[in-house]
């Protein structure tokens, strides 16, 4: 426990676990070393953890997700591990610095946006909480990608994550698994059926620890990687000259585990990502049942009936769906089960979560595709969509003119698919989404018709974030003046401590400790603004945050039209107008998918706009824009405690949760948003006065949409005035039409405005006036700051998790 000891131990680990030339000991080689010092503790915990839940077979929980996005592990470890002054005092003894080596380490690249964070803030809850719990998922070699703005844009390039090794990683050798691919369907004589033939590939695992805050518990991530055997490799035919065809399978393993989500425009991408997703479920899925009978091996004789009793699955988005005719077919063809047995087994292990109400983002495959990948699968899948259709013709006869949106199966002459979401609530015993808004929805009008059937089953989960990594460890200053005057230290796993923050709302010495935490934070963020993008900020202007996936839903292209027009405006005044401003810092950050032209041609915009307002003496000290580059954890953790304003401002009904801007209000950064996803929960928590709502209802919304088609929309001057700045050429020679011809007109594809930017437009720039009067009121809004972090206390993951386990998977703390 004693610094010099870890010095020691930091030590032993750079001389005998080494990865480098001898003699080295620079903050990389540092880093290494005190990632393997600190494994060290968490292998310890994590093995007696194994053992506990060995001893006590309780329920577990396994959480099968495609996306993972973990962030930087040191300082969250030695953060939960309470150990973080031991370790720094250690290293400073060793000649470096805490901060400089916890730099060193990149972002496991294993996920994309909310999605894959949710997934790993619910691993740290779930070892918080001692559950006992596991997540599944693949270990990709080069992530989502790397994201780099030069003049054309963003450009990608692959994640290198994974380039030297990562010292979180055990990789489990005796832990193997075969996966099949293609092949054909074998009848027996007893008419069981067996899959065979096709090219098999092996799963192999490898664990990374996940430890609970001030807990003894560590839980696992397991990560499958797919590979080939020695067997599999053709020495003749290489030895002939015939390289590549000789290590065939070999290349087409290392393809499934490369990247993720591989591009889907052609037939060979397609299949790429079914692979990925089969892969996943069925490693996972062997590995669930080879434990569940290694448990009852020792018990005498046991059912599989009781196989729901110890193992809950929840599927995270339709991704993993396959899970569901992959444990039918298990237990029908290895372990021998009618139908009907496996049926009721498979029921009551499974749930879905849905992440969306989007039509394209509701995974739909082609059944050829399927067929030929998975001819077992598709058996299963038709035989569900069979049964399905008879239990409703003999029970629910009213809803036979709704069965051909109902059915699994679309059995579309042109375009016959598997509708992944609906085999996910026809198979699931619960189904939940992740936002009261959003479940709603799901309840009213995607999901209606099942609801009449299955009115139980459909749940919602308000999800959360962890505060230890999103409070706790980010923002330390802010952390520490929290707990100094709740008097407690408790509010880190207990977050509606949080609530005592309002009596000292209006009190003067709280509120100035309160500004210089946040100043503190901002003057971090700009040196890191300066450092990556080379752009000087002052940290004594408003900073005003919008950071998440760019995706014309999320409106980025509402955020940088705002910003063109108040440039505009203030090019247009006297200086001595411009001095009575709020001067703002925007930042906008996010990865736009490879082949999303439209979310690519907004990066460019917001690069563009910010080449000139920032280079503009006349403006640039009331205003700068700013592009943030390859947006991840890590870039979050330094952006959200800066940041005192953040835009949330989807189209409502769009986002099904949103879960940055519960990591914004938790920072004290106040909201500026849409009456979407979890922004109505979060304005009833902290007062609708301490919020800037604006923009349409999702109720409202179709009605605006025909409206529009109906020709019946008068735009406002103003957006008419930010559209016409940028075809005037004034950011440049880029051809913006396109993007811009994508608000214009009534109706059509790529036309119309869908998502309602121009009717917003005039409510948002009120509500951004609002906000500049605001601001001007210093103690105004620190009040209104530390209100938005006294009513976070109900977005905490522990909470959601807490939730899941007792209403969805019915298990307890071990």
């Given at each position: 426990e004693q610094p010099s000891e870890?010095?020691?131990?930091?030590?032993?680990?750079?001389?005998?676990?080494?990865?480098?030339?001898?003699?080295?000991?620079?903050?990389?080689?540092?880093?290494f070393a005190t990632a393997e010092s600190v494994r060290d503790r968490l292998v310890k915990q994590w093995n007696e953890t194994f053992l506990h839940y060995h001893k006590v077979d309780p329920k577990q929980t396994y959480y099968l997700s495609m996306e993972y996005l973990q962030g930087r592990a040191l300082t969250n470890a030695i953060g939960n591990l309470d150990i973080q002054n031991a370790y720094a005092e250690a290293l400073n003894k060793l000649g470096h610095e805490l901060e400089e080596i916890a730099e060193q380490e990149k972002d496991a690249a294993l996920g994309n946006g909310g999605l894959g964070r949710l997934a790993s803030c619910f691993l740290d809850s779930m070892a918080t909480l001692n559950l006992p719990a596991w997540g599944y998922g693949l270990r990709y070699r080069y992530g989502l990608f790397k994201q780099l703005i030069t003049k054309q844009g963003q450009e990608?390039?692959?994640?290198?994550?994974?380039?030297?090794?990562?010292?979180?990683?055990?990789?489990?050798?005796?832990?193997?698994?075969?996966?099949?691919?293609?092949?054909?369907?074998?009848?027996?004589?007893?008419?069981?059926?067996?899959?065979?033939?096709?090219?098999?590939?092996?799963?192999?695992?490898?664990?990374?620890?996940?430890?609970?805050?001030?807990?003894?518990?560590?839980?696992?991530?397991?990560?499958?990687?797919?590979?080939?055997?020695?067997?599999?490799?053709?020495?003749?035919?290489?030895?002939?000259?015939?390289?590549?065809?000789a290590a065939q399978l070999h290349s087409r393993a290392q393809q499934i585990c490369a990247v993720l989500y591989p591009g889907d425009a052609t037939e060979d991408g397609k299949l790429l990502r079914l692979k990925q997703?089969?892969?996943?479920?069925?490693?996972?899925?062997?590995?669930?049942?080879?434990?569940?009978?290694?448990?009852?091996?020792?018990?005498?004789?046991?059912?599989?009936?009781?196989?729901?009793?110890?193992?809950?699955?929840?599927?995270?988005?339709?991704?993993?769906?396959?899970?569901?005719?992959?444990?039918?077919r298990l237990l029908m063809d290895d372990e021998r089960l009618g139908w009907d047995e496996a049926w009721d087994v498979t029921t009551r292990t499974i749930a879905y979560t849905n992440h969306t109400v989007l039509p394209e983002a509701l995974e739909k495959w082609s059944q050829p595709v399927m067929w030929k990948l998975l001819p077992r699968h598709m058996e299963i899948i038709e035989e569900?969509?069979?049964?399905?259709?008879?239990?409703?013709?003999?029970?629910?006869?009213?809803?036979?003119h709704k069965l051909p949106t109902m059915r699994v199966l679309d059995h579309n002459p042109q375009k016959p698919v598997v509708r992944m979401a609906n085999l996910c609530v026809v198979s699931a015993h619960t189904v939940n989404g992740v936002a009261q808004l959003h479940s709603d929805i799901l309840k009213a009008e995607l999901f209606a018709d099942y609801v009449s059937i299955w009115p139980t089953k459909f749940q919602n989960k308000t999800n959360g974030i962890t505060p230890r990594r999103w409070l706790r460890f980010c923002s330390p200053e802010l952390s520490n003046i929290i707990t100094k005057w709740l008097k407690t230290d408790q509010w880190v796993t207990n977050l509606d401590l949080l609530s005592g923050l309002r009596e000292f709302a209006d009190n003067a010495d709280f509120q100035d400790e309160w500004a210089s935490a946040k100043m503190a934070n901002k003057q971090r963020l700009a040196?890191?603004?300066?450092?990556?993008?080379?752009?000087?900020?002052?940290?004594?202007?408003?900073?005003?945050?919008?950071?998440?996936?760019?995706?014309?839903?999320k409106r980025q292209l509402l955020n940088i039209l705002g910003a063109i027009y108040r440039y505009k405006k203030l090019k247009e005044m006297s200086p001595e107008l411009r001095k009575n401003t709020t001067s703002r810092t925007i930042m906008i950050g996010g990865k736009a998918f490879a082949t999303y032209t439209n979310a690519k041609r907004i990066v460019k915009l917001v690069n563009d706009v910010g080449a000139v307002v920032n280079n503009d003496p006349e403006v640039n000290s009331y205003l700068k824009v700013v592009f943030v580059p390859n947006y991840n954890v890590?870039?979050?953790?330094?952006?959200?405690?800066?940041?005192?304003?953040?835009?949330?401002?989807?189209?409502?009904?769009?986002?099904?949760?949103?879960?940055?801007?519960?990591?914004?209000?938790?920072?004290?950064?106040?909201?500026?948003?849409?009456?979407?996803?979890?922004?109505?929960?979060?304005?009833?928590?902290?007062?609708?006065?301490?919020?800037?709502?604006?923009?349409?209802?999702?109720?409202?919304?179709?009605?605006?949409?025909?409206?529009?088609?109906?020709?019946?929309?008068?735009?406002?001057?103003?957006?008419?005035?930010?559209?016409?700045?940028?075809?005037?050429?004034?950011?440049?020679?880029y051809d913006y039409n396109p993007l811009l011809d994508s608000l214009e007109g009534n109706s059509g594809y790529g036309r119309g405005d869908y998502f309602l930017v121009g009717h917003d437009f005039p409510d948002y720039m009120d509500a951004q006036a609002r906000v500049d009067e605001a601001y001007k009121d210093r103690k105004k809004w620190l009040k209104m700051s530390i209100l938005s972090t006294a009513g976070s206390g109900k977005f905490s993951s522990d909470r959601t998790i807490a939730q899941y386990a007792k209403e969805i998977w019915n298990i307890e703390e071990c």
């Open positions: 870890i010095a020691s131990n930091i030590n032993y680990h750079a001389q005998f676990s080494p990865h480098f030339s001898p003699f080295k000991f620079e903050p990389e080689q540092a880093f990608e390039i692959a994640e290198d994550w994974l380039e030297k090794f990562s010292p979180w990683e055990v990789v489990r050798h005796d832990i193997v698994f075969p996966v099949r691919f293609f092949g054909s369907i074998e009848i027996n004589p007893d008419g069981s059926r067996k899959w065979v033939g096709g090219e098999v590939v092996q799963a192999l695992a490898y664990d990374v620890p996940i430890p609970g805050y001030k807990t003894k518990n560590t839980i696992s991530l397991r990560l499958w990687e797919a590979k080939a055997r020695a067997e599999d490799f053709n020495l003749f035919q290489f030895n002939d000259g015939q390289y590549e065809s997703q089969f892969f996943l479920c069925s490693a996972s899925l062997q590995d669930i049942i080879l434990r569940f009978k290694e448990r009852r091996s020792g018990k005498g004789s046991w059912k599989w009936s009781e196989f729901p009793s110890k193992v809950a699955v929840q599927l995270n988005d339709t991704h993993p769906t396959l899970a569901i005719p992959e444990l039918m569900i969509d069979k049964r399905f259709l008879a239990m409703i013709n003999a029970t629910r006869p009213d809803l036979e040196q890191y603004i300066l450092r990556v993008t080379g752009v000087s900020i002052n940290p004594n202007s408003l900073f005003d945050i919008q950071v998440k996936r760019i995706h014309e839903y890590s870039v979050a953790e330094m952006l959200i405690p800066g940041s005192e304003l953040s835009q949330h401002i989807s189209t409502a009904g769009m986002e099904a949760s949103g879960t940055s801007n519960m990591k914004f209000a938790l920072n004290g950064c106040l909201i500026i948003g849409t009456l979407d996803g979890a922004n109505v929960e979060i304005r009833e928590e902290i007062g609708e006065e301490n919020f800037f709502l604006f923009g349409a209802r999702a109720d409202e919304v179709p009605q605006l949409r025909k409206d529009r088609e109906n020709g019946l929309f008068k735009p406002d001057p103003r957006f008419e005035e930010a559209k016409q700045f940028i075809r005037s050429g004034a950011f440049g020679s």
